[in-house]
């Protein structure tokens, strides 16, 4: 029988309060590049489920977003799923997947997880796309390459949820992972965001290097 995931206090459950009170929301991330996520690591699936319940009440988290690296740990994938599902039917909680973008979609590891997750009951409201941004250095067609790639994952996600066109762009967000501060330009951002919008994405974002502060206001709708 596997052990009961190791976790650790929550200390920054006060301050997830306090700005809750403050008219903000906030939820939870699990995985991520460093480390094993708990379902890779907890075999138990009771444990598992009461060790993200354990987590998800303690910050009183509406929503919680999965960056998964294992997904062709089958075994680690249906029990996370599990989980998941159990918890869904205690109570309300938005749920994101969150996987590598390629140049034809997603891979197909991450496409049988997306299938096994919903065979398992879990209701996935988002899969985010983590779309590494190439370098300006790389020249023209880089946007193009982009929504190329968020085209054919548009196909992958509407065909394993069943759900037509519209709604298969509204279970997609875009999270721009950037290697350097001037990867992405202001012209790239508007690019991004106009045919985020267009297509009607749940949601756009940014991570590794910050963006400048003119692309930040283009990426969230603070300017041009």
């Known amino acids: 029988m596997g052990r009961r995931p190791r976790l650790r206090p929550h200390p920054f459950a006060g301050r997830v309060a306090g700005l809750r009170a403050a008219g903000g929301q906030a939820g939870l991330l699990f995985g991520g590049p460093d480390g094993r996520e708990a379902a890779a690591a907890c075999a138990d699936q009771a444990a598992l489920t009461s060790a993200y319940r354990e987590v998800i009440g303690a910050y009183g988290a509406p929503f919680v977003e999965f960056e998964v690296r294992d997904s062709a740990d089958l075994p680690a994938v249906r029990r996370r799923a599990t989980a998941v599902a159990a918890l869904q039917r205690e109570g309300d909680l938005l749920v994101t997947y969150s996987v590598p973008l ?74 721009s992972v950037l290697a350097g501060p001037d990867d992405l330009s202001a012209l790239d951002a508007r690019k991004l965001t106009v045919f985020a919008e267009r297509a009607g994405m749940a949601w756009r974002s940014a991570r590794g290097v910050p963006p400048s502060a003119q692309v930040a206001r283009v990426l969230w709708g603070g300017g041009t």
């Open 102 to 175: 390629g140049p034809e979609g997603l891979a197909p590891a991450d496409l049988e997880m997306l299938r096994q997750t919903t065979a398992k009951g879990a209701r996935l409201t988002t899969v985010n796309l983590l779309t590494a941004i190439e370098p300006q250095a790389a020249g023209e067609g880089r946007m193009r390459r982009v929504a190329s790639s968020l085209k054919a994952a548009h196909r992958q996600v509407a065909e394993v949820f069943q759900v037509d066109s519209a709604a298969a762009w509204r279970r997609m967000a875009l999270t």
